[in-house]
């Protein structure tokens, strides 16, 4: 024992507005030592910015990074951190991003994306909603193509262009 004091727990305000209660559940789950404090609304989020040290979020407006003084370090939610720094500018704070997280979900999303558009799956679905079966001569304009044998370039090989060519 050092006779030293612990360090001051540090303060983390968690801003999304549908998955905050639920990301602060999973930080406490892997014994983050912080408080974590979840703010789903613009109204909560104001009440708690004063007190900290911290923000894991998503994008909210430009004004209330005056409320938060405390303020020094965002861990964006998302992987890029372009919406952070659309007018008025980026916040006063490094800006860190996530990786290791949504990476398959996004190579997923490419891969349903893909068979949406090969399969003309828009199409048939709109044929579906409508209650009307495409007829055998309709078939023929309908252009479908499986996935098997084609060629995909993944521009660039971060964290999620490795996850789509792994998949892919």
């Known amino acids: 024992m050092s006779g030293q004091p612990p360090p001051p727990r540090l ?3 968690v801003y999304e507005p549908a998955q905050a209660d639920e990301i602060v559940a999973q930080l406490q789950a892997r ?3 912080a408080k974590f404090v979840p703010c789903t609304c613009e109204r909560s989020l104001e009440a708690v910015l004063g007190e900290a040290d911290f923000l894991v979020a998503t994008p909210f407006p430009a004004a ?3 409320a938060a003084p405390r303020v020094r370090w965002l861990q964006s939610l998302s992987a890029g951190v372009e919406a952070w720094l659309a007018p008025p500018g980026p916040p006063p ?3 860190t991003r996530m990786t290791g997280l ?3 979900y996004i190579a997923e999303y490419v891969f349903a994306h893909l068979l949406y558009r090969n399969q003309e799956l828009g199409t ?3 044929a579906q909603s409508r209650h ?3 007829q055998r001569d309709e078939w023929m304009t309908i252009r479908t193509r499986s996935l ?3 060629v995909m370039g993944v521009a660039g090989l971060g964290c999620i262009g490795r996850q789509v060519a792994s998949v892919g």
Request: glycine share 8%; no cysteine; aromatic share 16%.
């Open 11 to 13: 303060t983390g305000v």
């Open 102 to 104: 949504y990476e398959h």
């Open 31 to 33: 014994q983050v030592s």
């Open 64 to 66: 209330l990074f005056r």
């Open 93 to 95: 704070w490094p800006i």
């Open 132 to 134: 009307r079966w495409i």
């Open 148 to 150: 098997r044998g084609q």
């Open 124 to 126: 048939l679905r709109n």
